[in-house]
């Protein structure tokens, strides 16, 4: 296969700017079909991106034959139903975070992807950006070398703000937007359910990280949900990470993840989500008897073009995804538990 021949579920603000855009220029991609309950806008947006087929449904998309893989970028709800409907029509799948909206239909995702042998790949950005791969080397060799010691302590806060940077014009028509069924976490009561899916929806970020970074939670010690920012505490097996995360507006991203070893630091600022070819800034800090303070630099490029470069990639070298289904369950069983426990 030298090419992957894509079919694209949801025509939106994310599916224009933060994915069209980048699987439209990638020569290994080859975008044969969209699928768009709003025909207008499914028609204007495949003639910018030059799509030939345009379905209404994606069940019709599904059918088509000629598709390898689905990429779809819809809205929450929608994300397990798609998804398990494509992989039982034989496609690869790529969405967007967060994996599910309840811990059933993530588990469903998962055996379904294993069961007809396609990858599924959840969205998580950020392990594509490029400062985050170059801060995931530096820890791992730091660890594996003890120059700072153990780590003592994890701290990230992400409180947002402008995550769109004048990125720019998507289309957009006067159509209605399609009716969703929920689906969120049974037992839950209704302020709870709106607390979580803006829990899950943003910060499920932060979490992926934590794990990705230096390895999965063990436990949840602490949380509270009851005010407007939102503090969770977990146990990573001799050191705690606190987690804390709110609303800003303010024109930059304020989200940050910063390591502490017993004789020094590691801290990671991860640059507004649509902010192109930007990548996350590093310091390093050496303590002890080196005392030395330095910011490694990353390559210019932007997260979410090369987290679409790698599903394609995957693909073609029969490789599984860096943020597959089921690593990315994870972040949704630790926020189930943490609304369950302590709201």
């Known amino acids: 296969m030298e090419k992957v021949r894509v079919g694209f579920v949801g025509a939106g603000f994310m599916g224009q700017l933060a994915h069209l855009v980048n699987f439209s220029e990638m020569p290994q991609c080859d975008l044969v079909a969209l699928a768009e309950h709003r025909p207008q806008l499914g028609k204007q947006v495949a003639e910018r991106y030059r799509i030939p087929k345009v379905y209404k449904t994606h069940e019709e998309l599904c059918a088509d034959p000629t598709i390898d893989a689905i990429v779809e970028i819809t809205s929450d709800d929608m994300h397990a139903p798609i998804a398990i409907d494509a992989m039982n029509a034989g496609k690869h799948v790529y969405l967007e975070k967060p994996m599910a909206t309840n811990l059933p239909d993530a588990r469903t995702m998962i055996e379904t992807a294993d069961r007809n042998n396609v990858k599924l790949m959840i969205g998580y950005m950020k392990r594509y950006d490029p400062g985050v791969e170059l801060a995931k ?36 028509t006067d159509e209605p937007y399609p009716a ?42 602490y949380a509270d949900l009851s005010g407007p920012t939102k503090l969770m505490v977990f146990e990573m097996g001799g050191f705690d990470v606190t987690l804390d995360v709110g609303h800003i507006s303010s024109n930059f991203w304020d989200e940050e993840f910063k390591i502490y070893f017993q004789d020094g630091w590691i801290e990671i600022h991860t640059p507004p989500p649509l902010l192109k070819n930007t990548p996350a800034q590093i310091s390093v800090y050496k303590a002890g008897k080196i005392q030395e303070h330095s910011q490694p630099q990353a390559a210019w490029d932007w997260a979410f073009k090369r987290s679409d470069e790698h599903f394609m990639s995957c ?12 690593d990315s369950i994870r972040d949704l069983e630790i926020f189930d538990e943490i609304f369950r426990k302590f709201s």
């Not at 003592?152 to 998507?170: E, L, P, S």
């Not at 929920?182 to 929806?201: A, M, T």
């Not at 073609?316 to 860096?322: G, S």
């Open 137 to 172: 080397t530096i820890i791992d060799n730091v660890r594996q070398t003890g120059e700072l010691g153990e780590i003592t302590h994890m701290r990230v806060h992400c409180f947002g703000g402008d995550w769109i940077c004048n990125v720019g014009k998507h289309i957009t």
């Open 315 to 326: 693909i073609l070298e029969d490789e599984q995804p860096r943020s597959t289904g089921a």
């Open 180 to 221: 969703v069924a929920p689906r969120h976490p049974e037992g839950l009561s209704e302020s709870q359910v709106k607390d979580f899916y803006w829990i899950n929806n943003v910060y499920c970020h932060n979490v992926n990280l934590i794990r990705h970074l230096i390895g999965d939670v063990v436990y949840i010690k």
